[in-house]
């Protein structure tokens, strides 16, 4: 390549990229930055690199771990083996093209409401989308690339960002709350019409570890960006449902991994969700008590 291309190059990867009416704040060198079915090309680039050799700036050799939650990169378990689960999810979402009350994105947090959620929304149709392990990198890359395409959701639950604990002493704290906003504005983008619930982190392990100190700080700068200033989006903080008047964990709502949640868990999740899903989708003011 001539010192000419590589300039170029270096100029493009610079540029801020719109995906989808997304204008995210770096371009990486991924040959297709949204659509589905994925070309060739994008499925190699996707399958034999893994996360950390596609992440902003290593086409470049620059550490840019500020922009790594708020830019779309597919996750990586090896191989195909994640981008297998996002594959079956497109298939799901395809089979239920059309209007559908609630649209579930996250992690393996949201993956797991399974019967809880049965249980608690019985006469709701969803479809959830969870991953365990996505970061909120990995949750834009799935909008982008066929994730979400053709559902009329009237509702949408997202929570996402515990993964992205991982790598905050890199990344930071406020990156993180901005990758969840970026989530946020990209459904927004997609659904203009639908309503989002937009939900904390849940405190995970113990008082004195990292990972809560750092849940704790994310959710207090992602209280700073009010995005319930959208009148569509409506944050809802669960904190102090799962927690002790000292600030450790409530044991009973908690699998033993202190990460996930146990069935009490999610009805206790269920609880603050439900009126807030109900005024949703009859057009009426989220309760009082629910609203953030």
Same mark, same amino acid.
């Not at 996360?51 to 779309?72: C, I, S």
């Not at 790598?167 to 019409?193: H, Q, S, W, Y």
């Not at 908690?254 to 009126?275: C, E, F, M, R, W």
């Given at each position: 390549?001539?010192?000419?291309?590589?300039?170029?190059?270096?100029?493009?990867?610079?540029?801020?990229?719109?995906?989808?009416?997304?204008?995210?704040?770096?371009?990486?060198?991924?040959?297709?930055?949204?659509?589905?079915? %994925?070309?060739?090309?994008?499925?190699? *680039?996707?399958?034999?690199?893994?996360?950390?050799?596609?992440?902003?700036?290593?086409?470049?050799?620059?550490?840019?771990?500020?922009?790594?939650?708020?830019?779309?990169?597919?996750?990586?378990?090896?191989?195909?083996?994640? %981008?297998?689960?996002?594959?079956?999810?497109?298939?799901?979402?395809?089979?239920?093209?059309?209007?559908?009350?609630?649209?579930?994105?996250?992690?393996?947090?949201?993956?797991?409401?399974?019967?809880?959620?049965? +249980?608690?929304?019985?006469?709701?149709?969803?479809?959830?989308?969870?991953?365990?392990?996505?970061?909120?990198?990995?949750?834009?890359?799935?909008?982008?690339?066929?994730?979400?395409?053709?559902?009329?959701?009237?509702?949408?639950?997202?929570?996402?960002?515990?993964?992205?604990?991982?790598?905050?002493?890199?990344?930071?704290?406020?990156?993180?709350? +901005?990758?969840?906003?970026?989530?946020?504005?990209?459904?927004?983008?997609?659904?203009?019409?639908?309503?989002?619930?937009?939900?904390?982190?849940?405190?995970?392990?113990?008082?004195?570890?990292?990972?809560?100190?750092?849940?704790?700080?994310?959710?207090?700068?992602?209280?700073? %960006?009010?995005?319930?200033?959208?009148?569509?989006?409506?944050?809802?903080?669960?904190?102090?449902?799962?927690?002790?008047?000292?600030?450790?964990?409530?044991?009973?709502?908690?699998?033993?991994?202190?990460?996930?949640?146990?069935?009490?868990? *999610?009805?206790?999740?269920?609880?603050?969700?439900?009126?807030?899903?109900?005024?949703?989708?009859?057009?009426?003011?989220?309760?009082?008590?629910?609203?953030?």
């Amino acid at each position: 390549m001539t010192p000419q291309n590589c300039l170029a190059v270096l100029f493009n990867l610079l540029i801020p990229i719109v995906a989808d009416g997304i204008e995210y704040p770096y371009s990486t060198a991924e040959p297709q930055k949204s659509g589905w079915p %994925l070309t060739d090309e994008e499925r190699a *680039y996707v399958v034999d690199k893994a996360e950390h050799d596609r992440r902003p700036g290593r086409e470049a050799n620059k550490h840019l771990p500020h922009l790594w939650p708020v830019v779309p990169s597919a996750g990586y378990f090896g191989g195909d083996a994640w %981008l297998k689960l996002h594959e079956a999810h497109v298939r799901t979402v395809q089979a239920n093209a059309g209007p559908v009350d609630v649209l579930l994105v996250g992690d393996s947090i949201t993956i797991q409401w399974g019967e809880s959620w049965k +249980k608690h929304f019985p006469g709701l149709k969803a479809v959830n989308i969870g991953i365990g392990g996505d970061k909120t990198q990995n949750v834009l890359w799935r909008l982008d690339h066929g994730g979400v395409e053709g559902l009329e959701p009237k509702c949408i639950v997202l929570m996402i960002g515990n993964n992205n604990m991982f790598f905050t002493p890199e990344t930071g704290i406020e990156p993180v709350a +901005k990758g969840i906003e970026m989530c946020v504005k990209n459904l927004r983008e997609k659904f203009p019409d639908a309503k989002i619930v937009a939900a904390s982190i849940l405190p995970a392990h113990s008082p004195d570890h990292r990972f809560y100190q750092d849940i704790k700080a994310t959710n207090e700068v992602l209280d700073t %960006l009010k995005l319930n200033n959208d009148p569509l989006v409506q944050v809802l903080d669960l904190t102090s449902d799962f927690v002790n008047d000292d600030g450790t964990l409530k044991k009973e709502l908690y699998t033993p991994d202190n990460i996930h949640l146990s069935p009490a868990g *999610y009805a206790v999740y269920a609880a603050q969700l439900k009126p807030v899903l109900e005024a949703m989708l009859a057009g009426k003011p989220v309760p009082a008590q629910t609203a953030k």
